[in-house]
């Protein structure tokens, strides 16, 4: 897809836009892919660029770490859903359904042995979703970076104005 092709298609669609501790994104990315070449500092600022990118294109920004039912609300709302408990209620159940689900193996390995169309269709399906076992690498756990930086990575990022500025402008410092 080209860029005016993406223009086109997030101005017919809803936008939204979830943002995290840029800091835990990179931590994620190392262990899950952690042949990459790629530092901390690099990890960090890729993320917040693709953040600035297409945040003039979301109608609704929403931050991992206050997830909830009030973000769920206004998501019925934007898509014009009826922001009942009830209705927030089945999305926030989906969400742990969708987390929680054994269709999709938790391993590319795994991939290899599916035969079945019927399990390639539900993956399908299921691949639509990036909430997975197959793409979370701590249960959700928030500030992981902590555990991960050495205190020379940490004080080069924090360091960075435009990692600083993001992590100030989103009450992450």
């Known amino acids: 897809m080209n860029d005016a092709q993406r223009t086109k298609y997030i101005q017919s669609s809803y936008v939204i836009l979830p943002y995290r501790d840029f800091r ?3 931590v994620s990315r190392n262990v ?8 901390y500092l690099e990890g960090v600022l890729d993320s917040i660029a693709l953040f600035y990118k297409y945040e003039g294109y979301s109608d ?14 206004k998501i019925c709302k934007i898509l014009k859903l009826p922001a009942e408990l009830s209705v927030i209620n089945d999305a926030m159940n989906l969400t742990d359904e969708l987390y929680n689900s054994d ?3 938790e391993n590319e390995e795994e991939l290899e042995d599916l035969k079945s169309e019927e399990v390639l269709v539900k993956m399908r399906e299921y691949k639509k ?24 990575e940490n004080e080069e990022i924090l360091n960075n104005l435009i990692i ?9 410092l």
Do not use: C
């Open 24 to 26: 835990d994104s990179a």
């Open 32 to 39: 899950r892919w952690p042949e990459s070449d790629k530092s």
């Open 60 to 73: 609704l920004t929403i931050k991992y770490e206050n997830y909830g039912y009030d973000q769920v609300e």
């Open 103 to 105: 269709i999709v193996p």
């Open 129 to 152: 979703h990036l909430y997975t076992k197959a793409t979370n690498t701590s249960g959700g756990k928030s500030e992981k970076y902590k555990e991960f930086f050495t205190e020379e």
């Open 164 to 172: 600083k500025n993001f992590l100030n402008e989103n009450g992450y």
